[in-house]
């Protein structure tokens, strides 16, 4: 059995235009791209190494590899709410990131909504995990975005 990377670039080019409608970034996939992974890349910061591996065994391929991007397992970032998680994510978007992230309003946003388009392929078990590693004003957020 091969891999088909044009199956994936395909899922991944679908889901991104998705993803870009759900921010409401019209068609603007390059910054839906963006702000996927520099979430994905705050989320991988601040949870634990086995619920990152328990977290990306349940998503696809193209997910995966975002996910895994640039990965270090040194020092965890000291997050303990809202404001420093949207700081610790505008710091993995580097220097797009106040076009990317206008506003903190924006930001918590667009969090959100990348964890509901998330639970497309995530357990509710495997949330509830990742949400026990989170800070206070995080939990809210996953538990809002996800288990109603």
């Known amino acids: 059995m091969g891999l088909n990377f044009n ?19 019209n068609d603007d996939i390059d910054k839906a791209g963006r702000i996927l992974s520099a979430t994905l890349h705050g989320l991988r910061a601040i949870i634990s190494l086995e619920e990152s591996l328990q977290l990306i065994a349940q998503f696809p391929m193209f997910l995966k590899a975002v996910y895994v991007n640039g990965w270090s397992t040194r020092k ?18 580097g220097n797009t990131s106040l076009h990317d992230f206008e506003s903190d309003e924006k930001a918590e946003n667009y969090i959100k909504t990348t964890f509901i388009v998330l639970r497309k392929y995530v357990s509710l078990g ?23």
């Open 7 to 25: 199956q994936f670039a395909q899922e991944a080019n679908s889901f991104l235009k998705e993803y870009a409608k759900q921010m409401n970034l």
């Open 76 to 93: 965890k970032p000291r997050v303990k709410n809202l404001v420093d998680f949207i700081d610790l994510v505008r710091k993995y978007d």
């Open 126 to 148: 495997e949330l509830e995990d990742i949400r026990t590693e989170l800070p206070k004003d995080l939990k809210f957020i996953v538990y809002q975005s996800v288990m109603f």
